[in-house]
Each structure stands twice: as C-alpha cells, then as structure tokens.
C-alpha cells in the first residue's frame, strides 16, 4: 500500500504543476479571506453553525425521523442505506422500475465515496456528470481530487486536449470561454435524453422534510426539471433541524468554499413535480461508527466546503490524488482512517498540524487536533509503516540520553559540515531532495544560549 508521501512524489514530479496548484488554492484561500472579512459577525456565524451542527449529532435520531416523516408526507419515497453496496442496489432497483438507462448527475461527493458511476456502468447505464470539473474528471477517467474543484489538478491546456478527443473540439489553446461553451452544448445534449437526475444533498431540513442542492452552474435544477425521476443521495449527517437554520450555513458554505457571498444556485427541493417522482437514500457507511468516536464525533459536521484543502500546506504542494481517498485534505484524513485505519494509516501524519485549517472550518472543526489524535491512535496500534516506526524509536532512545544525543549532535553537524555533497544529500536524505540545509553552525544550542547569558 502506498503512503501519503509515495503518492505525492508523484505528484511533486512536475515542480512547475505543483508551483501552479499551490498558487491556484492559495489564491482562493486569499478570496475566502477577503469574503469572511466582509460579514460583520463572521465568528458568531461560525459558532453558530458549530452549535447546530452538534446539537444535529447529538439528536440526529430524532431529526432523520422528523425530515422522513416530513419528506414522506411531502410525496417524496425514502430509503434507508447502511452502505455503499446497499446504496447503489436501491438506485440501479430505482432506475429498473422507471426503465432508464442514461443518468445525469450533479455533483455528489456521496456517490463518489460509494463508486455509483462504475457500478451502474457496468449494469449498462449511461452515468454523465454535469457539474463541469466533475465531467472534466469524467472523461479524463479519473476520480476528482479536490471536493469543490474536482479538476483544479488539470490546466486549461490539459482540457482543451481532453476535449477535443472526447467533444471532437477545435484546438483552443485552452481558450476558457469557448471550451466552457463547447461543454455546455455537449451537456444540453446529455439532460435533453435523460430518463433520471442523480443529485446531492446539501442540507436536509428535518422541519420541512425538503432539502437544499448547492451549484453554481445550475446542472442540478437542469437535470432535474427535464427528467421525471429524481434521486438524492444525502449522508445521514445532512440534517440541518430548521428552515432558519439555512441562512447560516449559506452564508458561510460559498464564502469559505470559493469567496463567493452565495453560491449561483441554492436549489429548494420540497416535493416532486405533478406527475414526476423524487426519491432520497439516506446513507450511513461508516457515519454512525464515526459518530461513536467522542474525539472524532464533530468531522460529522463537515459542510464540505473545501477550506480546509485550500488553506493546508500539505494539500496544496501534494495534490487530492496523494490522499487515495474520495474526500481528501486535512478532513479527509480525519474521515479515511475512521472506514479502514490500515489502508490510511498515513494521512494523519499529512500535516504540519499548523492549525491553519481548524481556523479556516466555518463549523470550527478542530481539525488538526483531531489529526494529532489520530497519529495517537495509530502509533498505538502499530499501523505505522516500519521504516517510520524504527526511526522514531531510535530518535526516542536519543532523546532520553542528553549525553547520546549531544555527542550524536556533534558528529551529525561535523557530517553535513565537512562530508562530500552526494553523501550528505544523497537518496537516504529525503529533506534534501529539494531543500538546501541552513548554514551549520558550530555549536549546539545549549553551547550557543549559555554564550549568550555569559555575555549578559
Ligand atoms: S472540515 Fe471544515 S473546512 Fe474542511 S471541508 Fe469540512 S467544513 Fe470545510
């Protein structure tokens, strides 16, 4: 199993795409800024939507009944999935009794996270993303690596390639307008021959039994208003309690995701059109088990806004492929080893734990101190990678004998001192790789702070 670090050299392989990507999120972190600076309360928002969001966790039985009964009462038929599997059986059973076979579908992280798209494939479905970076993805075969910007890993020359093979399109020079253009026709054509809308959920009112889909490119009411079925899939961690409660978390989704003072579309969905049906799956896979964990409990309240990837150093210098999981970043990481410890055992040590993304969350996640916990947890359980594990015992050894630690001091900066260049930046020295080491100064730092007490 490859590790976070593994992945990312990979992705670190082209210096001048890493460059870009950092620059590209930094610049929306920078607009989140700006946006957040601008709502006078901003911090009061955030507490609030924090103290709903817990208040959601703590009585989330009540309120999954409360929004059942309401949607029910509404026409719209609910369904129960535990899992993955159980979800995608419930959508291909859907689609079986309206005889469908091509889909359009607007962006949903949950669907990703339950690998819809090739399992209806293989039933021989037609799946189309809408959203356009989803599509972008799509076509490049590929899974999204950010959850708000799903191809912001590709650049605009990369897409005008991509689009010419697979829309047949003129060569660009990745000309932004026209390639958006030429998507658009192509996805006019997609939700004209629909037979069923796939959508998300981003807030689930257990008040009204309706829910809410934000989009910016409105491919959410388009697929939806042009087919006769419609399905959303929304996590059990939805649930906001009331209709009031909206305006809180609208106002910091679009600002925290993107800078923007509200996004595009804010599609209410209450009941199905006459003569249509509308159908929701509300999905556990794994949430309850989260919600089990005290220390982890709150990841639950994500709003997937995507601020914390924006802002995190890690995220923006290795990419959303580094993570090898469907939500990635610093909550991904805190979400991933909560469905399979051992096959994301390194994300949580994929962080300088700088905190720059607990300070970002609009739902005040204390997102690096659940890393920090994380990396408790799996030290504790060994599910640490060997080479790791061996060093940071040796390291603890050194540690605990100052006499061993200072005489190791002394040979080390003797070593990167005086040692040819290829030993001491040789393959052993990964922090080398692309870094010069500072000036070695000649003492250590007890040596260095009694000089300085002595000369007063
Ligand atoms: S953890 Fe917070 S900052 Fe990160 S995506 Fe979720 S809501 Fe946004």
Request: glycine content about 6%; proline content about 4%; hydrophobic content about 35%.
């Given at each position: 199993?490859?590790?976070?670090?593994?992945?990312?050299?990979?992705?670190?392989?082209?210096?001048?795409?890493?460059?870009?990507?950092?620059k590209?999120?930094?610049?929306?972190?920078?607009?989140?800024?700006?946006?957040?600076?601008?709502v006078?309360?901003?911090?009061?928002?955030?507490?609030?939507?924090?103290g709903?969001?817990?208040?959601?966790?703590?009585?989330?039985d009540?309120?999954?009944?409360?929004?059942?009964?309401?949607?029910?009462?509404n026409?719209i038929?609910?369904h129960?999935?535990?899992?993955?599997?159980?979800?995608?059986k419930?959508?291909?059973?859907?689609?079986?009794q309206?005889?469908?076979?091509k889909v359009?579908?607007?962006?949903?992280?949950?669907t990703?996270?339950?690998?819809?798209?090739p399992?209806?494939?293989?039933k021989?479905?037609?799946?189309?993303?809408?959203?356009?970076g989803?599509?972008?993805?799509?076509?490049?075969?590929?899974?999204?690596?950010?959850?708000?910007?799903?191809?912001?890993h590709?650049?605009?020359?990369?897409?005008?390639?991509?689009?010419?093979?697979?829309?047949?399109?003129?060569?660009?020079?990745?000309?932004?307008?026209?390639?958006?253009?030429?998507?658009?026709?192509?996805?006019?054509?997609?939700?004209?021959?629909?037979?069923?809308?796939?959508?998300?959920?981003?807030?689930?009112i257990?008040e009204t039994?309706?829910?809410v889909v934000?989009?910016?490119?409105?491919?959410?009411d388009?697929g939806?208003?042009?087919?006769?079925v419609h399905?959303?899939?929304?996590?059990?961690?939805?649930?906001?309690?009331k209709?009031?409660h909206?305006?809180?978390?609208?106002?910091?989704?679009a600002r925290?995701?993107?800078?923007?003072?509200?996004?595009?579309?804010?599609?209410?969905y209450?009941?199905?059109?006459?003569?249509?049906?509308?159908?929701?799956?509300?999905?556990d896979?794994?949430?309850?088990?989260q919600?089990?964990?005290?220390?982890?409990?709150?990841?639950?309240?994500?709003i997937?806004?995507?601020?914390?990837?924006?802002?995190?150093?890690?995220?923006?210098?290795?990419?959303?492929?580094?993570y090898?999981?469907?939500?990635?970043?610093?909550?991904?990481s805190i979400?991933?080893?909560?469905m399979?410890?051992?096959?994301?055992?390194?994300?949580?040590?994929?962080?300088?734990?700088?905190?720059?993304?607990?300070?970002?969350?609009?739902?005040?996640?204390?997102?690096?101190?659940?890393?920090?916990?994380?990396r408790?947890?799996?030290?504790?359980?060994q599910?640490?990678?060997l080479?790791k594990?061996?060093?940071?015992?040796i390291t603890?050894?050194?540690l605990?004998?100052?006499?061993?630690?200072a005489?190791?001091?002394?040979?080390?900066?003797?070593?990167?001192?005086?040692?040819?260049?290829?030993?001491?930046?040789?393959?052993?020295n990964?922090?080398?790789?692309?870094?010069e080491?500072?000036e070695?100064?000649?003492?250590?730092f007890?040596?260095?702070?009694?000089?300085?007490?002595?000369?007063?």
């Amino acid at each position: 199993m490859m590790s976070h670090a593994k992945r990312a050299e990979i992705f670190n392989k082209n210096e001048a795409k890493v460059n870009w990507h950092d620059k590209a999120l930094w610049y929306v972190r920078e607009k989140r800024d700006t946006a957040a600076h601008h709502v006078k309360g901003w911090e009061y928002l955030r507490e609030l939507a924090s103290g709903i969001k817990a208040n959601v966790l703590s009585n989330l039985d009540t309120y999954l009944v409360e929004f059942e009964k309401n949607a029910q009462s509404n026409g719209i038929e609910v369904h129960w999935a535990s899992n993955a599997e159980e979800h995608n059986k419930i959508v291909y059973k859907i689609l079986t009794q309206n005889k469908a076979s091509k889909v359009v579908k607007s962006k949903s992280m949950l669907t990703e996270e339950c690998h819809l798209n090739p399992y209806l494939e293989s039933k021989g479905i037609e799946v189309i993303d809408t959203d356009l970076g989803e599509r972008i993805v799509q076509l490049a075969k590929e899974p999204p690596s950010h959850i708000v910007l799903p191809a912001i890993h590709k650049t605009k020359e990369e897409i005008d390639v991509l689009f010419q093979e697979h829309l047949g399109t003129k060569p660009s020079n990745g000309d932004p307008q026209y390639l958006t253009n030429e998507a658009r026709k192509h996805l006019r054509d997609k939700f004209l021959q629909a037979d069923v809308a796939i959508t998300g959920v981003n807030f689930a009112i257990a008040e009204t039994g309706g829910f809410v889909v934000c989009t910016n490119e409105g491919n959410s009411d388009m697929g939806v208003h042009l087919s006769k079925v419609h399905i959303a899939s929304m996590g059990i961690e939805k649930i906001i309690p009331k209709e009031e409660h909206l305006g809180v978390f609208l106002r910091l989704l679009a600002r925290s995701a993107t800078g923007q003072p509200i996004t595009t579309y804010s599609s209410h969905y209450n009941k199905p059109a006459q003569g249509n049906v509308m159908h929701i799956i509300i999905v556990d896979n794994g949430r309850t088990e989260q919600l089990s964990r005290e220390d982890f409990r709150s990841s639950l309240s994500c709003i997937r806004c995507g601020a914390c990837m924006n802002t995190c150093p890690i995220y923006r210098r290795s990419g959303g492929y580094s993570y090898n999981a469907t939500i990635p970043g610093p909550i991904g990481s805190i979400l991933s080893p909560g469905m399979d410890m051992k096959k994301h055992s390194s994300l949580p040590f994929a962080s300088t734990l700088c905190g720059s993304c607990t300070n970002v969350c609009p739902v005040k996640i204390n997102i690096h101190e659940q890393l920090y916990k994380w990396r408790q947890i799996i030290t504790k359980e060994q599910k640490q990678p060997l080479v790791k594990k061996t060093i940071l015992k040796i390291t603890g050894m050194v540690l605990a004998k100052p006499k061993l630690y200072a005489v190791l001091g002394i040979s080390i900066r003797w070593v990167l001192k005086y040692a040819p260049r290829f030993m001491v930046y040789s393959k052993l020295n990964a922090w080398g790789k692309s870094r010069e080491f500072p000036e070695i100064e000649n003492g250590n730092f007890d040596q260095w702070y009694k000089k300085r007490k002595n000369n007063g």
